[in-house]
């Protein structure tokens, strides 16, 4: 994970965001961040993101091709009460089903509870966004109910889903998210031996 940076990392988000051909990436996800007809637009949306700090966005970088290969952000920032989200997540293909993608998230939670001492890390995400919450529910993030009619985009009336995992969960899930990494849990193809849930408990 990496601050985003505009000058670093846009033609890597770019061209693994045109990976996905049927578009599939964008449906639940705002406007102004994508899909983008061109490099220099997608640029102007990285250097506006980049330059706020609510959300505070992250590249994503894959280890292996050490490019960036999705985003993510820090969101609805509360440092008094100790609550923030993720969000805006976007994996492109070169992410999608792989380890790193699992990683990243990881990572992040990882800094909210033991370097930034928040006490609660938020998820949510469309009520038909299927994708997204079953990845909410393997990542430990437990289901919370559902706002409904909470927002507006595209057009379209939103209930939302939402999920946390908060402070006194973590060092479990953190132990399951370490297990499941570790290099032994990987077969020579890259399959896992034995998925986060079950290394969770």
């Not at 899909?35 to 250097?47: G, I, K």
């Not at 938020?122 to 919370?144: D, H, M, Q, V």
Request: one cysteine or more; proline letters at 5%; glycine letters at 8%.
């Amino acid at each position: 994970m990496e601050p985003l940076d505009p000058q670093r990392h846009t033609e890597d988000l770019f061209a693994a965001n045109r990976e996905d051909t049927e578009g599939r990436n964008w449906t639940y996800l705002p406007e102004d961040q994508g899909p983008h007809p061109s490099l220099d637009l997608y640029r102007r949306w990285a250097e506006t993101a980049a330059s706020g700090d609510d959300p505070l966005w992250h590249a994503i970088i894959d280890t292996e091709s050490r490019r960036a290969a999705g985003v993510a952000a820090y969101a609805r920032i509360d440092r008094i009460s100790g609550v923030i989200e993720v969000g805006g997540i976007n994996y492109s293909p070169r992410l999608r089903r792989r380890p790193a993608a699992t990683e990243a998230m990881y990572l992040m939670m990882r800094r909210v509870f033991d370097e930034l001492g928040y006490r609660r890390y938020e998820w949510k995400c469309g009520s038909l966004n299927a994708p997204s919450r079953t990845a909410a529910l393997r990542l430990g993030f437990c289901y919370e109910g559902l706002f409904r009619q909470a927002v507006v985009y595209k057009g379209r009336s939103r209930d939302t889903a939402w999920f946390s995992v908060i402070d006194s969960k973590w060092p479990a899930l953190r132990q399951g998210f370490e297990r499941w990494l570790d290099p032994t849990n990987f077969d020579s193809e890259g399959r896992q031996r034995a998925s986060l849930s079950t290394l969770r408990g």
